[in-house]
């Protein structure tokens, strides 16, 4: 079952504009999201998180918004650079639960 | 510090037949979880071992084996091999029962390809 959901499997944005990747969720005991990169060869590596108490959280270049009412997420990345080209994925845990679950990914193509 | 390490990068199996995948968990973590990736998905959660003991599990039926050792190394076994168990394996370590916001960080290492036949 799809709990996790990325619609988009690729985005390409031009550098130094605003990557926007986005994730919506249909389990309401979701209560901590995370957003972690891939790079091929390699396993993912995390990026930023955000509890459900919280609508945004920021780091650098990156931030993240939870809208609960909507089961969305969203990531920014601004501003975008070539280095930020990887698969994105989203993820989710639950309240009690030791199970992350995962979108299957959106692949950012920075271009120079 | 070392970080996750997985063994083999890759290897090829035929239908039928059984494998074991190996983790080494980064230097003082106590808690490995394993997933699998299939093309095109993300990945999907197998089973957590806490401290030598299993701590949950996904939806996978029990040819899908696991054991954590005293160092917290672990490996993952598959039995009667299916051509749909072919796959990116993740192992990930974390200090702690990763899990919501325990802010038990889960370190992912570099996966295992493996290719059923």
């Known amino acids: 079952d799809q709990q996790v959901k990325q619609n988009s499997p690729s985005l390409s944005v031009q550098e130094g504009r605003i990557s926007i990747l986005n994730c919506d969720y249909t389990?309401?005991?979701?209560?901590?999201f995370l957003w972690y990169k891939k790079y091929p060869a390699e396993g993912p590596t995390f990026l930023i998180s955000i509890s459900s108490i919280k609508d945004k959280n920021e780091d650098g270049r990156f931030t993240v918004f939870l809208n609960k009412s909507a089961k969305h997420l969203s990531l920014h990345i601004v501003p975008s650079q070539p280095g930020d080209s990887a698969v994105y994925f989203c993820?989710?845990?639950?309240?009690?639960?030791?199970?992350?679950?995962f979108g299957a990914g959106t692949r950012l193509t920075v271009k120079p | 510090e070392t970080g996750v390490t997985q063994s083999p990068t890759h290897l090829i199996k035929t239908r039928g037949q059984q494998v074991t995948l190996r983790c080494s968990s980064q230097s003082g973590h106590n808690t490995v979880s394993w997933y699998q990736q299939a093309l095109g998905q993300g990945p999907q959660f197998i089973f957590q071992?806490?401290?030598?003991?299993?701590?949950g599990r996904g939806n996978f039926p029990p040819r899908f084996s696991g054991l954590q050792f005293p160092n917290y190394s672990s490996e993952l076994n598959v039995n009667a091999l299916e051509l749909d168990d072919s796959a990116l394996y993740l192992c990930?370590?974390?200090?702690?029962?990763?899990?919501?916001?325990?802010?038990?960080?889960?370190?992912f290492g570099p996966g295992t390809r493996l290719t059923v036949l």
């Open positions: 993820a989710a845990w639950g309240h009690n639960n030791n199970d992350m679950r």
């Open positions: 389990n309401s005991m979701f209560d901590y």
């Open positions: 990930a370590s974390s200090s702690g029962l990763a899990g919501g916001s325990s802010g038990n960080e889960q370190f």
């Open positions: 071992y806490y401290r030598e003991e299993e701590n």
